[in-house]
Protein backbone atom coordinates (compact mmCIF):
# COMPACT_ATOMS: atom_id res chain seq x y z
CA UNK A 1 0.00 0.00 0.00
CA UNK A 2 1.28 3.54 -0.61
CA UNK A 3 2.46 5.76 2.39
CA UNK A 4 0.66 8.94 2.59
CA UNK A 5 3.58 10.59 1.43
CA UNK A 6 4.21 8.77 -1.34
CA UNK A 7 0.35 9.81 -2.33
CA UNK A 8 0.02 12.87 -1.31
CA UNK A 9 3.40 13.65 -3.65
CA UNK A 10 0.50 13.45 -6.22
CA UNK A 11 -1.61 16.21 -7.02
CA UNK A 12 -4.63 15.03 -4.77
CA UNK A 13 -5.56 18.81 -4.03
CA UNK A 14 -8.41 20.88 -5.57
CA UNK A 15 -6.97 23.51 -7.93
CA UNK A 16 -9.83 26.08 -6.07
CA UNK A 17 -9.42 25.26 -2.56
CA UNK A 18 -6.37 24.02 -2.32
CA UNK A 19 -7.11 21.23 0.18
CA UNK A 20 -7.76 17.26 -0.35
CA UNK A 21 -10.34 16.77 -2.78
CA UNK A 22 -13.76 16.37 -1.41
CA UNK A 23 -16.18 15.27 -3.62
CA UNK A 24 -14.07 15.24 -6.71
CA UNK A 25 -16.19 15.95 -10.16
CA UNK A 26 -14.94 15.96 -13.78
CA UNK A 27 -15.65 18.24 -16.60
CA UNK A 28 -15.42 17.59 -20.22
CA UNK A 29 -12.00 18.81 -20.23
CA UNK A 30 -11.31 16.19 -17.49
CA UNK A 31 -10.21 19.02 -14.93
CA UNK A 32 -11.90 17.79 -11.92
CA UNK A 33 -12.51 19.94 -9.23
CA UNK A 34 -14.73 19.56 -5.55
CA UNK A 35 -18.33 19.38 -6.00
CA UNK A 36 -18.79 22.31 -3.57
CA UNK A 37 -16.73 24.87 -5.38
CA UNK A 38 -18.20 24.21 -8.90
CA UNK A 39 -21.22 24.97 -7.36
CA UNK A 40 -19.33 28.09 -5.65
CA UNK A 41 -18.65 28.68 -9.82
CA UNK A 42 -21.82 28.43 -10.88
CA UNK A 43 -23.15 30.73 -8.57
CA UNK A 44 -21.37 33.24 -10.05
CA UNK A 45 -22.33 32.69 -13.72
CA UNK A 46 -26.17 33.17 -13.44
CA UNK A 47 -28.86 32.10 -15.83
CA UNK A 48 -25.57 29.63 -17.68
CA UNK A 49 -26.83 26.20 -18.95
CA UNK A 50 -22.52 25.57 -18.58
CA UNK A 51 -20.16 25.59 -16.46
CA UNK A 52 -16.60 27.35 -17.53
CA UNK A 53 -13.80 25.44 -16.34
CA UNK A 54 -11.55 27.85 -14.94
CA UNK A 55 -8.35 26.20 -15.76
CA UNK A 56 -8.92 25.92 -19.49
CA UNK A 57 -11.92 28.33 -19.71
CA UNK A 58 -13.80 25.27 -22.00
CA UNK A 59 -17.04 24.96 -21.03
CA UNK A 60 -19.04 22.12 -20.36
CA UNK A 61 -23.02 21.40 -20.14
CA UNK A 62 -24.53 21.75 -17.09
CA UNK A 63 -28.83 21.65 -17.62
CA UNK A 64 -30.55 22.69 -15.07
CA UNK A 65 -27.47 23.74 -12.93
CA UNK A 66 -27.17 20.26 -10.92
CA UNK A 67 -23.62 20.01 -10.30
CA UNK A 68 -24.12 16.81 -8.55
CA UNK A 69 -24.71 15.13 -11.89
CA UNK A 70 -21.47 15.48 -13.41
CA UNK A 71 -19.40 12.32 -13.64
CA UNK A 72 -17.40 11.66 -10.70
CA UNK A 73 -13.83 10.76 -10.65
CA UNK A 74 -13.70 7.45 -8.90
CA UNK A 75 -9.96 6.21 -9.09
CA UNK A 76 -9.34 9.86 -7.39
CA UNK A 77 -12.33 9.79 -4.80
CA UNK A 78 -10.89 6.54 -3.67
CA UNK A 79 -7.67 7.59 -3.52
CA UNK A 80 -8.05 10.50 -1.39
CA UNK A 81 -10.09 8.34 1.02
CA UNK A 82 -7.15 6.38 1.32
CA UNK A 83 -5.23 9.49 2.22
CA UNK A 84 -7.90 10.13 4.61
CA UNK A 85 -7.87 6.96 6.12
CA UNK A 86 -3.65 6.31 6.42
CA UNK A 87 -2.26 8.47 8.93
CA UNK A 88 0.92 10.12 7.01
CA UNK A 89 4.73 9.14 8.34
CA UNK A 90 7.61 11.08 9.23
CA UNK A 91 9.54 12.08 6.55
CA UNK A 92 12.92 12.45 8.44
CA UNK A 93 14.03 9.80 9.88
CA UNK A 94 16.33 7.66 8.49
CA UNK A 95 14.89 4.22 9.90
CA UNK A 96 12.64 1.75 8.01
CA UNK A 97 9.30 2.12 9.93
CA UNK A 98 8.80 5.39 10.09
CA UNK A 99 6.80 6.34 13.00
CA UNK A 100 3.56 8.66 12.72
CA UNK A 101 3.53 12.12 11.84
CA UNK A 102 2.37 14.68 14.07
CA UNK A 103 3.03 17.82 12.52
CA UNK A 104 3.90 19.13 8.85
CA UNK A 105 6.47 22.20 8.46
CA UNK A 106 5.80 24.36 5.42
CA UNK A 107 9.09 26.05 4.96
CA UNK A 108 10.99 22.68 4.98
CA UNK A 109 8.35 20.74 3.07
CA UNK A 110 8.58 17.34 5.80
CA UNK A 111 6.44 15.30 8.12
CA UNK A 112 7.72 15.18 11.23
CA UNK A 113 7.54 12.85 13.92
CA UNK A 114 7.15 13.72 17.85
CA UNK A 115 11.10 13.58 18.43
CA UNK A 116 11.98 15.32 14.49
CA UNK A 117 9.37 17.99 15.97
CA UNK A 118 11.75 18.08 19.03
CA UNK A 119 14.41 18.44 16.98
CA UNK A 120 13.94 20.30 14.93
CA UNK A 121 12.43 23.50 17.28
CA UNK A 122 15.80 22.86 18.63
CA UNK A 123 17.97 24.21 15.57
CA UNK A 124 17.80 27.89 15.08
CA UNK A 125 18.23 28.38 11.67
CA UNK A 126 14.34 26.46 11.62
CA UNK A 127 13.06 28.43 14.68
CA UNK A 128 10.83 30.91 12.85
CA UNK A 129 9.83 27.71 10.40
CA UNK A 130 5.76 27.64 10.50
CA UNK A 131 4.87 24.40 11.69
CA UNK A 132 1.48 23.12 11.75
CA UNK A 133 -0.30 20.12 13.67
CA UNK A 134 -1.44 17.09 11.81
CA UNK A 135 -4.56 17.24 12.55
CA UNK A 136 -5.50 20.51 11.27
CA UNK A 137 -3.88 19.31 8.14
CA UNK A 138 -6.05 16.20 7.86
CA UNK A 139 -8.89 18.15 8.61
CA UNK A 140 -8.55 20.63 5.87
CA UNK A 141 -8.32 23.86 7.84
CA UNK A 142 -4.28 24.39 6.80
CA UNK A 143 -3.16 23.64 3.24
CA UNK A 144 -0.06 22.77 2.53
CA UNK A 145 2.80 24.78 1.72
CA UNK A 146 5.18 21.74 -0.05
CA UNK A 147 7.96 23.23 -1.97
CA UNK A 148 8.21 21.37 -5.43
CA UNK A 149 10.84 19.48 -6.70
CA UNK A 150 11.45 19.81 -10.45
CA UNK A 151 10.19 16.67 -12.63
CA UNK A 152 13.21 16.65 -14.97
CA UNK A 153 16.09 17.57 -11.96
CA UNK A 154 14.05 15.71 -8.95
CA UNK A 155 17.13 17.02 -6.86
CA UNK A 156 16.61 20.59 -7.68
CA UNK A 157 13.51 22.68 -5.92
CA UNK A 158 11.51 24.52 -8.35
CA UNK A 159 12.43 27.85 -8.17
CA UNK A 160 11.52 29.46 -11.22
CA UNK A 161 8.03 30.26 -12.61
CA UNK A 162 7.45 30.72 -16.56
CA UNK A 163 4.75 33.83 -16.89
CA UNK A 164 4.28 32.37 -20.91
CA UNK A 165 3.43 28.56 -19.69
CA UNK A 166 2.29 29.18 -16.14
CA UNK A 167 4.57 26.55 -14.72
CA UNK A 168 7.12 26.54 -11.99
CA UNK A 169 10.67 24.75 -12.63
CA UNK A 170 14.53 24.46 -11.82
CA UNK A 171 16.93 27.13 -13.03
CA UNK A 172 18.39 24.48 -15.37
CA UNK A 173 15.18 24.34 -17.16
CA UNK A 174 14.39 27.93 -17.03
CA UNK A 175 17.53 28.00 -18.38
CA UNK A 176 17.79 25.61 -20.98
CA UNK A 177 14.16 25.05 -22.49
CA UNK A 178 11.76 28.49 -21.46
CA UNK A 179 14.34 31.32 -22.35
CA UNK A 180 15.47 29.68 -25.52
CA UNK A 181 11.84 29.83 -26.68
CA UNK A 182 11.59 32.98 -25.71
CA UNK A 183 9.32 32.78 -22.48
CA UNK A 184 9.63 35.24 -20.05
CA UNK A 185 10.91 33.91 -16.77
CA UNK A 186 11.03 35.35 -12.95
CA UNK A 187 11.81 34.08 -9.36
CA UNK A 188 9.32 31.72 -7.32
CA UNK A 189 9.47 33.73 -4.90
CA UNK A 190 8.80 36.98 -6.88
CA UNK A 191 6.07 35.61 -9.04
CA UNK A 192 4.51 34.06 -5.38
CA UNK A 193 4.95 37.63 -3.55
CA UNK A 194 2.91 39.48 -6.90
CA UNK A 195 0.68 36.66 -6.87
CA UNK A 196 -0.17 37.83 -2.94
CA UNK A 197 -0.35 41.26 -3.60
CA UNK A 198 -2.87 40.44 -6.27
CA UNK A 199 -5.05 38.28 -4.52
CA UNK A 200 -4.50 41.00 -1.47
CA UNK A 201 -5.73 43.99 -3.72
CA UNK A 202 -8.32 41.56 -4.93
CA UNK A 203 -9.76 40.67 -1.25
CA UNK A 204 -8.98 44.48 -0.59
CA UNK A 205 -11.80 45.27 -3.44
CA UNK A 206 -13.88 42.41 -2.53
CA UNK A 207 -14.17 43.21 0.95
CA UNK A 208 -14.99 47.06 -0.23
CA UNK A 209 -17.72 45.71 -2.59
CA UNK A 210 -19.00 43.65 -0.11
CA UNK A 211 -19.32 46.11 1.72
CA UNK A 212 -21.12 48.40 -0.85
CA UNK A 213 -23.65 45.76 -1.38
CA UNK A 214 -24.32 45.03 2.02
CA UNK A 215 -25.10 49.17 2.41
CA UNK A 216 -26.91 48.54 -0.35
CA UNK A 217 -29.09 45.99 1.00
CA UNK A 218 -29.50 47.99 4.15
CA UNK A 219 -31.20 50.80 2.55
CA UNK A 220 -33.13 48.45 0.10
CA UNK A 221 -34.42 46.84 3.82
CA UNK A 222 -34.97 50.98 4.85
CA UNK A 223 -36.81 51.23 1.63
CA UNK A 224 -39.04 47.85 2.09
CA UNK A 225 -39.56 49.00 5.84
CA UNK A 226 -40.82 52.08 4.51
CA UNK A 227 -42.89 50.96 1.75
CA UNK A 228 -44.11 48.65 4.44
CA UNK A 229 -45.04 51.52 6.79
CA UNK A 230 -46.44 53.57 4.03
CA UNK A 231 -48.95 50.37 3.05
CA UNK A 232 -49.66 49.88 6.14
CA UNK A 233 -50.74 53.59 6.59
CA UNK A 234 -52.75 52.92 3.24
CA UNK A 235 -54.72 49.63 4.79
CA UNK A 236 -55.48 51.99 7.95
CA UNK A 237 -56.83 54.95 5.69
CA UNK A 238 -58.81 52.52 3.14
CA UNK A 239 -60.30 50.89 7.24
CA UNK A 240 -60.94 54.30 8.45
CA UNK A 241 -62.56 55.22 4.93
CA UNK A 242 -64.46 52.02 4.90
CA UNK A 243 -65.66 52.35 8.49
CA UNK A 244 -66.52 56.07 7.61
CA UNK A 245 -68.64 55.15 4.48
CA UNK A 246 -70.44 52.23 6.41
CA UNK A 247 -71.34 54.35 8.89
CA UNK A 248 -72.47 57.20 6.21
CA UNK A 249 -74.48 54.22 4.03
CA UNK A 250 -75.73 52.40 7.47
CA UNK A 251 -77.26 55.79 8.54
CA UNK A 252 -78.59 56.63 4.39
CA UNK A 253 -79.94 52.91 4.54
CA UNK A 254 -81.97 53.52 7.72
CA UNK A 255 -83.03 56.58 5.89
CA UNK A 256 -84.73 55.31 2.87
CA UNK A 257 -86.02 52.19 5.12
CA UNK A 258 -87.77 55.11 6.96
CA UNK A 259 -88.93 56.99 3.66
CA UNK A 260 -90.28 53.33 2.92
CA UNK A 261 -91.79 52.71 6.10
CA UNK A 262 -93.37 56.83 5.71
CA UNK A 263 -94.82 55.47 2.40
CA UNK A 264 -95.98 51.78 3.31
CA UNK A 265 -97.79 53.72 6.17
CA UNK A 266 -99.86 56.17 4.51
CA UNK A 267 -100.67 53.59 1.74
CA UNK A 268 -101.60 51.06 4.42
CA UNK A 269 -103.46 54.28 6.19
CA UNK A 270 -105.63 54.44 2.62
CA UNK A 271 -106.54 51.26 2.32
CA UNK A 272 -107.27 50.80 5.87
CA UNK A 273 -109.90 53.55 5.53
CA UNK A 274 -111.22 51.95 2.14
CA UNK A 275 -111.74 48.70 4.55
CA UNK A 276 -112.91 50.08 7.62
CA UNK A 277 -115.69 51.99 5.71
CA UNK A 278 -116.78 48.77 3.56
CA UNK A 279 -116.78 46.70 6.68
CA UNK A 280 -118.92 49.32 8.59
CA UNK A 281 -121.37 49.15 5.31
CA UNK A 282 -121.13 45.20 6.02
CA UNK A 283 -122.42 45.92 9.69
CA UNK A 284 -125.14 48.00 8.74
CA UNK A 285 -126.36 45.97 6.14
CA UNK A 286 -126.21 42.95 8.61
CA UNK A 287 -128.20 45.41 11.54
CA UNK A 288 -130.96 46.26 8.69
CA UNK A 289 -131.05 42.74 8.20
CA UNK A 290 -131.71 41.25 11.35
CA UNK A 291 -134.39 44.03 11.75
CA UNK A 292 -136.42 43.12 8.71
CA UNK A 293 -135.99 39.62 9.30
CA UNK A 294 -138.21 39.97 12.56
CA UNK A 295 -140.78 41.06 10.48
CA UNK A 296 -140.71 37.20 9.00
CA UNK A 297 -141.99 35.72 12.92
CA UNK A 298 -144.93 37.38 13.72
CA UNK A 299 -147.92 39.11 11.83
CA UNK A 300 -146.94 43.01 12.07
CA UNK A 301 -150.02 45.45 13.32
CA UNK A 302 -150.16 49.25 13.74
CA UNK A 303 -146.22 51.24 14.62
CA UNK A 304 -144.97 47.83 14.40
CA UNK A 305 -145.98 47.76 10.57
CA UNK A 306 -145.65 51.25 10.24
CA UNK A 307 -141.88 50.44 11.79
CA UNK A 308 -140.60 47.71 9.70
CA UNK A 309 -141.98 49.56 6.57
CA UNK A 310 -139.64 52.08 7.44
CA UNK A 311 -136.71 49.84 7.85
CA UNK A 312 -137.56 48.30 4.40
CA UNK A 313 -137.25 51.69 2.64
CA UNK A 314 -133.97 52.05 4.41
CA UNK A 315 -133.02 49.21 3.38
CA UNK A 316 -133.89 49.23 -0.54
CA UNK A 317 -132.72 52.92 -0.15
CA UNK A 318 -129.16 51.23 1.30
CA UNK A 319 -129.27 49.03 -1.21
CA UNK A 320 -130.03 51.14 -4.23
CA UNK A 321 -126.32 52.59 -3.78
CA UNK A 322 -123.32 51.96 -6.33
CA UNK A 323 -121.31 48.96 -5.45
CA UNK A 324 -118.14 49.43 -4.21
CA UNK A 325 -115.39 50.18 -6.73
CA UNK A 326 -111.99 48.42 -6.84
CA UNK A 327 -110.43 51.61 -9.23
CA UNK A 328 -109.70 53.70 -4.99
CA UNK A 329 -107.57 50.54 -3.98
CA UNK A 330 -106.33 49.81 -7.26
CA UNK A 331 -105.28 53.48 -7.61
CA UNK A 332 -103.40 53.08 -4.45
CA UNK A 333 -101.66 50.57 -5.58
CA UNK A 334 -100.75 52.06 -8.84
CA UNK A 335 -99.10 55.09 -6.60
CA UNK A 336 -97.10 52.32 -5.00
CA UNK A 337 -95.98 50.92 -8.26
CA UNK A 338 -94.55 54.45 -8.90
CA UNK A 339 -92.13 54.47 -6.32
CA UNK A 340 -89.07 53.05 -6.89
CA UNK A 341 -85.69 53.29 -5.93
CA UNK A 342 -82.91 54.61 -7.83
CA UNK A 343 -79.14 53.95 -7.38
CA UNK A 344 -77.08 56.60 -7.89
CA UNK A 345 -73.95 56.19 -10.12
CA UNK A 346 -70.48 58.18 -10.53
CA UNK A 347 -70.04 61.24 -8.53
CA UNK A 348 -72.96 60.16 -5.75
CA UNK A 349 -72.72 56.13 -5.58
CA UNK A 350 -72.25 56.06 -1.93
CA UNK A 351 -75.17 57.77 -1.45
CA UNK A 352 -76.78 54.62 -2.31
CA UNK A 353 -79.64 55.97 -4.60
CA UNK A 354 -83.21 57.33 -3.83
CA UNK A 355 -86.76 57.00 -3.56
CA UNK A 356 -88.77 58.60 -6.56
CA UNK A 357 -91.94 59.21 -6.70
CA UNK A 358 -92.52 59.32 -10.68
CA UNK A 359 -96.05 61.58 -10.51
CA UNK A 360 -95.03 64.10 -12.77
CA UNK A 361 -95.97 67.76 -14.20
CA UNK A 362 -95.01 69.67 -17.41
CA UNK A 363 -94.85 73.04 -18.71
CA UNK A 364 -95.07 73.38 -22.35
CA UNK A 365 -93.91 76.51 -23.64
CA UNK A 366 -93.84 77.87 -27.59
CA UNK A 367 -90.51 78.94 -28.86
CA UNK A 368 -91.65 80.11 -32.46
CA UNK A 369 -89.62 77.09 -34.65
CA UNK A 370 -86.47 78.65 -33.17
CA UNK A 371 -84.25 76.19 -31.31
CA UNK A 372 -81.39 74.77 -32.54
CA UNK A 373 -79.71 73.23 -29.29
CA UNK A 374 -80.27 72.65 -25.44
CA UNK A 375 -77.90 72.78 -22.78
CA UNK A 376 -77.53 72.78 -18.65
CA UNK A 377 -76.20 75.77 -17.74
CA UNK A 378 -73.91 75.45 -14.60
CA UNK A 379 -76.10 77.85 -12.86
CA UNK A 380 -79.36 75.30 -12.72
CA UNK A 381 -80.74 76.96 -15.38
CA UNK A 382 -81.56 75.35 -19.00
CA UNK A 383 -79.85 77.12 -22.00
CA UNK A 384 -81.46 77.02 -25.52
CA UNK A 385 -79.64 77.81 -28.10
CA UNK A 386 -81.95 80.15 -31.07
CA UNK A 387 -81.61 79.83 -34.85
CA UNK A 388 -83.34 83.56 -35.27
CA UNK A 389 -80.53 84.47 -32.55
CA UNK A 390 -79.61 84.42 -29.08
CA UNK A 391 -79.48 81.50 -26.05
CA UNK A 392 -82.49 81.84 -23.89
CA UNK A 393 -81.63 80.73 -20.07
CA UNK A 394 -85.24 78.80 -18.52
CA UNK A 395 -85.30 78.42 -15.26
CA UNK A 396 -86.81 74.86 -13.48
CA UNK A 397 -90.06 76.58 -13.92
CA UNK A 398 -90.15 77.37 -17.19
CA UNK A 399 -89.73 81.10 -16.37
CA UNK A 400 -87.16 82.48 -18.94
CA UNK A 401 -84.73 84.52 -16.80
CA UNK A 402 -82.06 85.71 -19.31
CA UNK A 403 -81.49 86.03 -22.98
CA UNK A 404 -77.56 86.77 -23.97
CA UNK A 405 -75.84 86.67 -27.19
CA UNK A 406 -79.24 87.76 -29.47
CA UNK A 407 -77.02 88.87 -32.20
CA UNK A 408 -75.37 85.08 -32.93
CA UNK A 409 -77.64 82.65 -34.59
CA UNK A 410 -76.51 79.28 -32.23
CA UNK A 411 -76.28 75.72 -33.53
CA UNK A 412 -74.69 74.07 -30.63
CA UNK A 413 -73.17 75.64 -26.39
CA UNK A 414 -71.06 73.68 -24.21
CA UNK A 415 -69.45 74.42 -20.86
CA UNK A 416 -66.02 74.24 -19.87
CA UNK A 417 -65.61 73.89 -15.42
CA UNK A 418 -64.75 77.63 -14.58
CA UNK A 419 -68.26 78.71 -16.71
CA UNK A 420 -66.88 79.91 -20.02
CA UNK A 421 -68.98 78.55 -22.35
CA UNK A 422 -68.25 76.80 -26.47
CA UNK A 423 -70.82 78.24 -29.13
CA UNK A 424 -71.09 77.07 -32.41
CA UNK A 425 -72.81 79.52 -34.82
CA UNK A 426 -74.97 79.23 -37.92
CA UNK A 427 -72.16 80.04 -39.64
CA UNK A 428 -70.20 76.92 -38.10
CA UNK A 429 -67.61 79.03 -36.62
CA UNK A 430 -66.94 78.38 -33.06
CA UNK A 431 -66.35 80.90 -30.65
CA UNK A 432 -65.14 81.21 -26.76
CA UNK A 433 -67.21 83.68 -24.51
CA UNK A 434 -66.42 84.43 -20.66
CA UNK A 435 -69.28 84.41 -17.80
CA UNK A 436 -69.97 87.41 -18.73
CA UNK A 437 -70.42 86.35 -22.29
CA UNK A 438 -67.45 88.52 -23.66
CA UNK A 439 -66.13 86.84 -26.36
CA UNK A 440 -62.50 85.85 -26.04
CA UNK A 441 -61.51 83.53 -28.56
CA UNK A 442 -62.33 81.54 -32.26
CA UNK A 443 -61.39 77.84 -32.49
CA UNK A 444 -59.55 77.01 -35.91
CA UNK A 445 -61.19 73.93 -37.58
CA UNK A 446 -61.41 71.59 -40.37
CA UNK A 447 -64.49 72.21 -42.81
CA UNK A 448 -67.38 70.20 -42.36
CA UNK A 449 -67.62 70.26 -38.23
CA UNK A 450 -71.02 71.07 -38.12
CA UNK A 451 -72.48 68.04 -35.87
CA UNK A 452 -73.06 67.65 -31.86
CA UNK A 453 -70.07 69.64 -29.56
CA UNK A 454 -69.80 68.51 -26.18
CA UNK A 455 -66.95 69.56 -22.96
CA UNK A 456 -65.51 66.54 -21.31
CA UNK A 457 -64.27 66.62 -17.65
CA UNK A 458 -60.75 67.94 -18.59
CA UNK A 459 -62.18 70.35 -20.31
CA UNK A 460 -61.27 69.40 -23.96
CA UNK A 461 -63.71 70.38 -26.58
CA UNK A 462 -65.27 67.83 -28.91
CA UNK A 463 -66.56 68.96 -32.31
CA UNK A 464 -68.38 66.64 -34.56
CA UNK A 465 -67.56 66.42 -38.05
CA UNK A 466 -70.86 64.75 -40.09
CA UNK A 467 -69.68 64.14 -43.45
CA UNK A 468 -66.30 62.87 -42.42
CA UNK A 469 -68.24 60.84 -39.33
CA UNK A 470 -65.56 61.75 -36.65
CA UNK A 471 -64.95 64.27 -33.97
CA UNK A 472 -62.26 66.99 -33.93
CA UNK A 473 -60.66 67.25 -30.30
CA UNK A 474 -59.73 70.83 -28.82
CA UNK A 475 -57.81 71.99 -25.73
CA UNK A 476 -59.55 74.53 -23.05
CA UNK A 477 -57.63 77.16 -24.64
CA UNK A 478 -59.26 76.30 -28.29
CA UNK A 479 -55.74 74.67 -29.89
CA UNK A 480 -56.85 71.31 -31.95
CA UNK A 481 -55.45 68.67 -30.06
CA UNK A 482 -56.53 65.22 -32.12
CA UNK A 483 -59.04 63.77 -33.92
CA UNK A 484 -61.14 60.34 -33.37
CA UNK A 485 -63.38 58.39 -35.88
CA UNK A 486 -66.95 57.27 -35.14
CA UNK A 487 -66.35 54.17 -36.57
CA UNK A 488 -69.35 54.33 -38.89
CA UNK A 489 -71.66 56.73 -36.59
CA UNK A 490 -72.33 59.99 -37.17
CA UNK A 491 -72.01 62.27 -34.33
CA UNK A 492 -74.88 64.52 -34.68
CA UNK A 493 -75.38 64.92 -31.05
CA UNK A 494 -72.61 64.67 -28.50
CA UNK A 495 -72.22 64.43 -24.64
CA UNK A 496 -69.51 63.50 -21.87
CA UNK A 497 -69.78 62.03 -18.52
CA UNK A 498 -68.38 63.65 -15.50
CA UNK A 499 -66.29 60.76 -13.82
CA UNK A 500 -64.61 59.19 -16.70
CA UNK A 501 -63.27 59.41 -20.13
CA UNK A 502 -66.00 58.00 -21.76
CA UNK A 503 -68.05 59.94 -24.63
CA UNK A 504 -72.01 59.36 -25.84
CA UNK A 505 -73.21 60.19 -28.99
CA UNK A 506 -76.41 59.81 -31.18
CA UNK A 507 -77.23 59.50 -34.88
CA UNK A 508 -81.08 59.84 -33.91
CA UNK A 509 -81.28 55.49 -34.66
CA UNK A 510 -78.81 54.45 -31.90
CA UNK A 511 -77.37 55.41 -28.70
CA UNK A 512 -73.69 54.63 -28.63
CA UNK A 513 -71.15 54.80 -26.05
CA UNK A 514 -67.61 55.19 -26.37
CA UNK A 515 -64.49 54.67 -24.91
CA UNK A 516 -61.54 57.82 -24.74
CA UNK A 517 -59.96 56.79 -27.84
CA UNK A 518 -63.47 56.64 -29.65
CA UNK A 519 -63.82 52.93 -29.77
CA UNK A 520 -67.37 51.75 -29.75
CA UNK A 521 -68.52 50.05 -26.31
CA UNK A 522 -72.25 49.90 -25.95
CA UNK A 523 -75.35 50.95 -28.49
CA UNK A 524 -78.68 51.55 -27.53
CA UNK A 525 -81.51 51.23 -30.11
CA UNK A 526 -85.42 50.82 -30.20
CA UNK A 527 -86.98 48.81 -33.46
CA UNK A 528 -89.15 52.08 -35.00
CA UNK A 529 -87.98 54.86 -32.72
CA UNK A 530 -85.65 57.50 -32.73
CA UNK A 531 -83.13 58.43 -29.97
CA UNK A 532 -82.25 61.45 -27.99
CA UNK A 533 -79.75 60.86 -24.98
CA UNK A 534 -78.60 63.24 -22.34
CA UNK A 535 -75.68 62.65 -19.28
CA UNK A 536 -77.13 63.20 -16.05
CA UNK A 537 -75.53 64.84 -12.70
CA UNK A 538 -74.72 61.51 -11.41
CA UNK A 539 -73.52 60.31 -14.83
CA UNK A 540 -76.81 57.79 -15.26
CA UNK A 541 -78.10 58.31 -18.87
CA UNK A 542 -81.76 59.34 -19.98
CA UNK A 543 -83.21 58.47 -23.51
CA UNK A 544 -85.86 59.67 -25.17
CA UNK A 545 -87.32 57.04 -27.50
CA UNK A 546 -89.76 59.31 -29.62
CA UNK A 547 -92.46 57.88 -32.39
CA UNK A 548 -92.04 60.61 -34.32
CA UNK A 549 -95.21 59.88 -36.78
CA UNK A 550 -97.56 59.52 -33.81
CA UNK A 551 -96.13 62.15 -31.90
CA UNK A 552 -95.38 60.11 -28.59
CA UNK A 553 -92.34 60.30 -26.53
CA UNK A 554 -91.05 57.82 -23.55
CA UNK A 555 -87.90 58.67 -21.40
CA UNK A 556 -86.06 55.34 -19.69
CA UNK A 557 -83.06 56.09 -17.39
CA UNK A 558 -80.10 54.01 -17.71
CA UNK A 559 -76.70 53.75 -15.91
CA UNK A 560 -73.91 54.31 -18.11
CA UNK A 561 -73.13 50.89 -18.98
CA UNK A 562 -76.53 51.33 -20.56
CA UNK A 563 -78.51 48.97 -18.04
CA UNK A 564 -82.17 49.68 -17.88
CA UNK A 565 -82.91 50.89 -14.43
CA UNK A 566 -86.58 52.47 -14.72
CA UNK A 567 -89.21 54.22 -17.01
CA UNK A 568 -90.04 57.88 -16.24
CA UNK A 569 -92.21 58.97 -18.62
CA UNK A 570 -94.79 56.67 -21.02
CA UNK A 571 -95.55 57.64 -24.29
CA UNK A 572 -95.72 61.32 -23.51
CA UNK A 573 -98.09 63.25 -26.55
CA UNK A 574 -96.07 66.17 -28.19
CA UNK A 575 -97.31 68.81 -30.76
CA UNK A 576 -95.53 67.09 -33.91
CA UNK A 577 -93.08 69.54 -35.29
CA UNK A 578 -93.58 69.87 -39.60
CA UNK A 579 -90.81 69.85 -41.11
CA UNK A 580 -87.89 69.41 -38.82
CA UNK A 581 -87.55 66.32 -37.43
CA UNK A 582 -85.06 66.32 -34.33
CA UNK A 583 -85.01 66.82 -30.97
CA UNK A 584 -82.96 67.31 -27.71
CA UNK A 585 -82.98 65.97 -24.53
CA UNK A 586 -81.46 67.43 -21.25
CA UNK A 587 -81.81 66.79 -17.42
CA UNK A 588 -81.58 70.18 -15.00
CA UNK A 589 -79.51 69.99 -11.60
CA UNK A 590 -82.76 69.91 -9.87
CA UNK A 591 -83.66 66.82 -11.19
CA UNK A 592 -86.43 68.53 -14.01
CA UNK A 593 -86.12 66.66 -17.60
CA UNK A 594 -86.28 69.12 -20.11
CA UNK A 595 -87.34 68.33 -23.97
CA UNK A 596 -87.20 70.05 -26.75
CA UNK A 597 -88.76 70.03 -30.05
CA UNK A 598 -87.60 73.02 -32.75
CA UNK A 599 -90.82 75.02 -31.69
CA UNK A 600 -91.89 73.92 -28.10
CA UNK A 601 -89.81 73.20 -24.96
CA UNK A 602 -91.45 70.77 -22.38
CA UNK A 603 -90.37 71.07 -18.78
CA UNK A 604 -91.36 67.65 -16.82
CA UNK A 605 -91.46 68.21 -13.30
CA UNK A 606 -90.36 63.74 -12.02
CA UNK A 607 -89.28 64.70 -8.58
Not at 312 to 329: A, I, M, T, V
Request: charged residues 25%; glycine residues 6%.
Amino acid sequence: MATYHQISSQNLECPICLTLFNQPKSLACSHTFCKECLESIFQTQPNQQSITCPVCRKKTPLPGGDVSKLQTNVPLNSLVDEVKINSPTCTVCDTDEKPPAISYCQDCGKYMCKSCEIGHFAWKPFSNHEVVPMNEVLSGKVSLKRRRKCKTHPSADEECFCTNCHEYMCSTCGMLEHLQDGHQLEKAAVHEEKLMKNIKKLLERTKSKKTTIENHIKFIETQRDEITNMMKGLNNDIDKTYEEYMKLLSARREALKCQVKQWSEKFEKELQVMDEESRQTISHMKSMEELVTNGMKVPLEKDALIAHDTLCENLKSFLGRDDPDDQSPRGVTERAQKISFRRYFGVNELCLGGLNNFKWDVVELHLEDSMNCLTSAPDGKMAVGSSFGGIHLYSPDGELQQTVLKDVCVSDIGYVSDGRSVVRDAENEISLYTRQWEKVGTISYNEGLDAGLTVDRDDNIYVGNEMAKKMQVFSPQGVAVSEIACDGYTPMQLFSFHTTEKLILTDFSAVVCLDGNGKKENVLKKEGMSAYPAVCRDDSVIVAWVKHEEGLVSVDRYTRDFEHVHNIITDFKIQKPVDRKWYYLQEYESGEIAFCTPDRLYIFDVN
